[in-house]
């Protein structure tokens, strides 16, 4: 389902089926599991008498745990609805007559720097009574201090006293071991200034007993155990400086005494209710819920330097995530008018179809579920996210022209790495070479840890220097383009002398005859469509940008060799319908039709800039891509497969050339559009689309591959962001 929460601050993922199924609250570390005290329910009353009490989920525990619950909702009377960063679930209660809607928001928008690092998300519920006569609607939801997988702590104390917010709100602790520092759990409820809404509260309830706490009262007045009031409640732990739940009411209180700590290994819950009369007829008052994650601190695997997150700059202390709740439930409605202003002119498109209006949105998920990173240093931050779930490279993609300085955050820590040299001998796992862990002038594959570099990636000696090296020069015209300023003289010049790996002087870079680029699996011997169309986009870039700085010297050197590749990569690989694959003596391969061999071409016009080969020849690849990778695989249905023999026979020389990569097929199909085969290009979407996210199950959670027999690999990845170039 959607995740929760902004950018770089940690997710939790709330499952289509309402349960918190998923947790990456320490970077890059996810656990999957689905607390059983994690609920919400609901409870009716008309003419005080109970007359409905629900949990709001389909599945039921097994044995003690929560026995005295009502589980196992009817699914057939509910619906889920997804698009990014928005949910809705509607309940359809039949018996009582009342239909309940749970809308839950993030706050993700473009163009924001501030509200969009928060940990946080907003559920606001609208009950409607569609039967003739009035009802008590109750709203509980309830949190437990535990992830699923055995994460608990120990020591946990509920503590009531005065306070003097007005929102209602928990903290709750995870495990210390999860996180570097605390992890601060908080639930936050509250209808400021509104006396048509009581909330109480249980504030501790064990939940692998029966749970009657919570719902004994409940069922009989319509309430928890608490009195309503003005209070705030505090989980504490007997570590310092933990705080863990933190309620608050709105009305004065006097409330006093402490729960007994709990031990090593013991589970603890608290929950919060919201009720409200609804006339018959009617919408009843929305009740809000925020969620609040406070996990200011973090660490690499080094478990060395601390970083604080980007939030932390503006939320920050012992009452930060009170702070939070408190700002989310004041301000999320400006956060969905920013989202409507930014979604709506899309979702209103009468020509654009339904599936690619969910895919441009919903793929975004990765920009805060990718185990981000957003640390607080300079101005704009330290950001990046994993290449994919399952592989932990910090990376960055085509989804920064949504956040467009997040580019040049990247591009700045690019540059400290690409210099450093490391001649430590390692040997390399794919040959068994020795060599050094890294040459200067290279670009990493992996940015690392921010206080200790990039980190060694020992795949292959010169592992993917032909598209790491030659996706940092296509970023550099757009940010001259936004200002951000450089020396051509300098790093990027290093850079790209180091590129040439042109044994022939024609121009053009050679590929050694291993894996050397990013299809890690599919060897590439001599000139080839995929790199050496990269590296003719990467010099008319480095063009581009000396001409909009000025530098003459260097745009004319950068043309001459540009017009020189230009040549040779034609004369090399040009068959009179397509680009080879590459100039391998083996004609099993060398011949295919690849998918991505005019990705050179998108680049260059996704930045605005003008093709380098000629339009006929990029418009007779992308027809035969079409014909043969799209329409000759599946019928069409499932996306562009990697390669395809030019005889219509799928490409299985590797492992790699019969996969389709969700990510190569959107790029593929935004570079149809630039090139005006918009039908093509919205029919090879959608094959990928509909693989993914409707025959496969796989929302919110893409794969990098999918293969012929209905298995993937690499499950939540970054690729499909590319969809924005669309």
Known sequence: GVPLGGIGGGTI?????????????????????????????????RHNTTIYQQVLSTKAPTGEPLRSWNWKYCGSYAYYHGLYPRAWTVYDLQGPKVVLTCRQISPVFPHEYKDTSLPTAVFSWDV???????????????????????????DVISDIFLGSFRPFHCHLLKKPSLLSTVGIF??????ENDEN?????????????????????????????????????????????KKLFTFFIKSCL?????????????????????????????????????????????????????????YSRWFNGSNAGASIASYALHTYPEWEKKIDDWQNPILDNQQLPDWYKSALFNELYYITDGGTVWLEVDEYGKFAYLEGQEYNCWYIGVGTMVWLHFLVLVQLHYIKNILHSNPTQRKYLMDGMIAPAKTPNVVPHDVGCPGKGYRDFLVKRGFFFKLDAHVYCLGIHMRCLMGGGLDLGGVECRVLAYMRHDEDNDGLIENSGAADQTFDGWCVTGPSAYCGGLWLAALRCMEAAAELLGHKEDEVKYHELLVRATQAYQDRLWNGEYFNYDCSPNTNHSTSVMADQCAGQWFLLASGISDVLPDDRVKSALHKVFSLNVEKYHGGSHGAVNGMRPHGVVDNSSVQSNEVWTGVTYALAATMIHKGMLKEGFRTASGIYRSCWQRYGMAFQTPEAVRRNHTFRSLAYMRPLSIWGM
């Not at 908080?186 to 209808?191: R, V």
């Not at 009657?212 to 209070?231: C, I, Y």
């Open 13 to 45: 993922n709330r499952g289509w089926q309402g349960d918190f199924c998923k947790w990456q609250l320490k970077p890059g570390i996810y656990t999957f599991g689905s607390p059983l005290a994690d609920q919400f329910i609901v409870s009716i009353r």
């Open 197 to 241: 809404v009581t909330v109480t509260h249980c504030s501790s309830f064990n939940p692998m007993k029966e749970g009657s706490e919570v719902w004994a009262p409940l069922l009989f007045n319509g309430r928890l155990k608490s009195k309503p009031g003005m209070f705030s409640l505090h989980l504490f732990s007997k570590f310092p400086q």
């Open 254 to 310: 006097k409330l006093s005494g402490k729960s007994a700590p709990s031990s090593a290994g013991e589970h603890t819950a608290c929950a919060v209710a919201a009720s409200c009369i609804v006339k018959p007829k009617s919408m009843g008052e929305t009740l809000d819920f925020s969620l609040v994650w406070d996990m200011p601190q973090i660490h690499f695997g080094d478990a060395g330097k601390h970083y604080r997150r980007r």
């Open 186 to 191: 908080s639930l936050l409820l509250a209808k």
């Open 128 to 154: 409607e009574n569609n039967g003739n006569e009035e009802v008590e609607v109750t709203i509980v939801m309830s949190m437990e201090n535990g992830i699923g997988k055995n994460h608990f702590l120990r």
